[in-house]
């Protein structure tokens, strides 16, 4: 239990469980209709997945309370998960992961490449599947704007890691530091913050400016800068280890390029297979919606029109 690796794995594996269940709810109604209109084994494996859902009033109480307590679970979880993972590098006494701010600053590292990556996302799905109806620009200027938000907050955090290790000045630590800023590594930690900070400021500065467009190359440039991110935080201080044997400068290889290659792969792969057999987008909350704003338009007619009528 005093291993940080046992603390990742469980909180990975929590923040895992958490993540299928809060997918997995709000789709049963959706799972439904889809089981309604297959046949044979298929319309078997819906109805098992659907839970026996018919879409009674008590069903829908139970469904709304399970959706809202998941979206207060995942977000601790979610957190803790973070957190848990950069005290693999923070528990250590190696220069420049030995910080308290890791916490945190893995926190909004993933919640600024989860925004970049979503937004991606919901681009070439708008694209592909023409849901140009349903994921309208107005979500992306939204979008943008957290992007924005968060690049911002990145660079606070970033600039007050580096800003604490360059005033303590200790021999370890500026080995690294300068590693970073003028040696070796200098052209991935420039290119970083020009992606993660730089581009998204200018790009997204001014609201009138969020296109679709522009949002996707701001959100592009933060996904290459945050796995730079990851990249300057792990290879500068393993190449200078407090306790040296000898130096090196790491290049990665064909086979670790490929290895990230088959990574991104894999990933769109069973995306794309999970919007196959399930919709991307709720079918159940876009008819309640659309009930909705009919009865607010209807009553809103009515108010206008005389008493007596």
């Known amino acids: 239990y005093q291993s940080p690796l046992l603390w990742d794995v469980t909180s990975i594996n929590a923040y895992l469980t958490a993540s299928v269940l809060y997918l997995y709810i709000p789709m049963i109604p959706d799972i439904a209709i889809i089981r309604d209109r297959l046949r044979g084994v298929r319309r078997g494996i819906y109805r098992v997945l659907a839970l026996g859902w018919t879409g009674t009033p008590k069903q829908q109480q139970v469904l709304n309370r399970s959706i809202a307590i998941m979206a207060v679970m995942v977000i601790p979880i979610a957190i803790s998960v973070h957190t848990v993972v950069s005290f693999v590098f923070s528990m250590t006494l190696q220069p420049m992961w030995h910080s308290t701010i890791f916490g945190p600053y893995f926190v909004v590292g993933a919640i600024f490449s989860g925004i970049a990556a979503l937004i991606i996302t919901m681009a070439l799905l708008r694209k592909i599947y023409r849901l140009e109806n349903y ?45 970073k800023f003028s040696g070796d590594h200098a052209l991935y930690f420039w290119t970083m913050v020009l992606c993660n900070f730089v581009i998204p400021v200018i790009v997204l500065c001014r609201r009138k400016t969020h296109t679709i467009l522009r949002v996707i190359i701001a959100s592009a440039t933060v996904i290459i800068g945050m796995w730079l991110e990851r990249f300057i935080i792990i290879v500068p201080t393993l190449a200078n280890p407090r306790l040296e044997v000898s130096s090196a400068v790491y290049i990665p290889t064909w086979i670790e390029w490929g290895e990230l290659a088959g990574s991104f792969a894999l990933f769109i792969l069973l995306y794309v297979l999970f919007t196959k057999f399930f919709p991307i987008i709720s079918i159940w909350e876009i008819e309640e919606g659309e009930q909705v704003g009919l009865k607010e338009v209807e009553k809103r007619i009515r108010s206008y029109m005389p008493q007596n009528i």
């Open 135 to 179: 994921l309208l620009p107005i979500h992306f200027n939204y979008m943008g704007m957290l992007l924005l938000i968060m690049s911002l907050l990145w660079f606070y955090f970033t600039f007050s890691e580096y800003l604490t290790g360059f005033y303590g000045n200790e021999p370890e630590e500026m080995k690294v530091f300068w590693a």
